[in-house]
């Protein structure tokens, strides 16, 4: 071990699953997210500005062109760093809707802080500066996610808002292997907005879902919810996000025994999620005979936080 291979600093985000509001959250209106416990693990050494994460075949450097070398260089000029090399550990796939670019820059900004001590520096700040390479103008979900874990309401106008819950809540997570680029499905919906002037009504039954399934998590109202999801899904589609690998997913999910599924993250490839209190195991075999991937994890326990 040489002089720079030392750690300096060990930073963690959260990978993120949005069980309702995503788009409709873009437009001001309010959205249902989790922060997972899976995630990216950052460790900052004496450097010059070199990011590597073995697991997705990245390597970037600061102002090599590449969209993770300009975030990268975002991020520490926002926290006026320098001198630093990032080694990721990633337990989340990339693009796929599960936050991967938000969880890989609150993890980097928090093991830089670490490594600097400089604890009063604006890490959310920071990573909404990397944030804009990737989704262009996010909404901050993504975000607030990585940063906070746990299950939570979240608005532009309010920010991350916790939500406790007194069982944690049990969700199928679903990969249909697809990468999807969040920046363009957004401004795909943007277009769609400015054609179809109708289609901002979709956004905004999208927020009343959203309120509703808050409303239904803080209950412990499972079913309510489950169909929720299957509303937020129709209405994700109408909003042409939604991709035959997804609605098969979604499908396979409901045939399958779930109370509901549906598309999750900016959709055209990337997630699913399904809530199946008493067929997860058939959900999961459904989508592995269908050729997908998927998994079952909990949100909103304390060791989510
Ligand atoms: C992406 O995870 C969520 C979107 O709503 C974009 C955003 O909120 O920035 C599609």
Not at 45 to 65: C, I, N, S, Y
Not at 175 to 188: F, I, K, N, R, S
Not at 242 to 247: E, I, K, T
Request: glycine share 14%; with cysteine.
């Amino acid at each position: 071990m040489n002089a720079t291979d030392i750690d300096l600093g060990i930073g963690f985000g959260h990978g993120k699953v949005i069980l309702i509001g995503e788009h409709s959250v873009v437009y001001d209106q309010p959205a249902l997210a989790a922060g997972l416990r899976a995630g990216i693990r950052a460790r900052a050494t004496r450097g010059d500005g070199r990011l590597r994460v073995p697991a997705w075949g990245l390597e970037a450097k600061r102002g090599d062109g590449s969209p993770a070398g300009l975030a990268l260089d975002r991020l520490l000029d926002a926290l006026d760093l320098r001198d630093l090399d990032f080694d990721l550990q990633a337990d989340i796939p990339s693009r796929c809707g599960l936050g991967s670019s938000a969880a890989m820059a609150v993890a980097v900004a928090r093991a830089a802080v670490a490594a600097t001590g400089r604890n009063n520096a604006d890490v959310s700040a920071a990573v909404a500066q990397a944030e804009t390479v990737f989704h262009k103008s996010p909404s901050g979900i993504d975000s607030a996610a990585a940063m906070h874990g746990g299950l939570g309401a979240f608005s532009k106008q309010q920010g991350w808002r916790p939500i406790a819950l007194r069982q944690p809540l049990k969700i199928l997570i679903g990969l249909t292997g697809t990468p999807h680029d969040t920046g363009a499905q957004v401004a795909a919906v943007a277009r769609l907005c400015a054609r179809a002037p109708v289609a901002r009504r979709l956004v905004e039954t999208l927020g009343e879902v959203a309120l509703a399934a808050i409303d239904a998590v803080g209950v412990g109202d499972i079913d309510s919810l489950g169909r929720l999801f299957d509303i937020a899904h129709g209405l994700l589609a109408g909003l042409r996000v939604s991709s035959p690998a997804l609605d098969a997913m979604v499908h396979g999910a409901r045939a399958a025994g779930a109370i509901g599924a549906k598309l999750t993250g900016a959709g055209g490839g990337g997630a699913v999620i399904a809530l199946a209190p008493s067929h997860a195991a058939d959900v999961l075999a459904r989508w592995r005979a269908d050729g997908f991937d998927g998994f079952e994890t909990h949100v909103g326990a304390a060791q989510n936080a």
